[in-house]
């Protein structure tokens, strides 16, 4: 895994809460940028889809995404929380760091890779 769960829980059955590290050898910030590193925003999708995947116990891919808001550069190590609401196939996420918003939006996930 390119990320460090600090925890994974699920407090009621639409809901999932991950806390997440990214540590600055991952090959996400290969690139972005070399002398000031930041967490791509595809990252941190694929990082909401692995989550809810795990979560459910099996492989996911983005199907659509829908109002996503970018609000926070990511840099390496920070401790990321991450927090889905939905059933189905049609999740809410938003990402924080510090209660601050990193990251918010609507995703589709479907179990097979278009």
């Not at 290969?30 to 116990?57: N, T, W, Y």
């Not at 970018?70 to 390496?76: A, H, L, M, S, T």
């Not at 938003?94 to 609507?106: F, K, L, P, Q, W």
């Amino acid at each position: 895994m390119w990320f460090l769960h600090l925890n994974l829980e699920k407090p009621a059955p639409d809901e999932i809460r991950a806390g997440v590290v990214v540590n600055g050898d991952s090959p996400w910030f290969d690139g972005h940028f070399p002398d000031s590193p930041i967490l791509p925003g595809i990252a941190q999708l694929k990082m909401v889809a692995d989550v809810v995947g795990q979560a459910q116990k099996k492989a996911l891919w983005i199907n659509r995404l829908h109002r996503v808001k970018f609000r926070r550069i990511v840099k390496p190590g920070e401790l990321l929380e991450i927090h889905v609401m939905g059933t189905g196939n049609q999740y809410s996420f938003r990402i924080t760091h510090n209660a601050e918003d990193v990251c918010s939006g609507m995703m589709s996930l479907d179990d097979k890779q278009q």
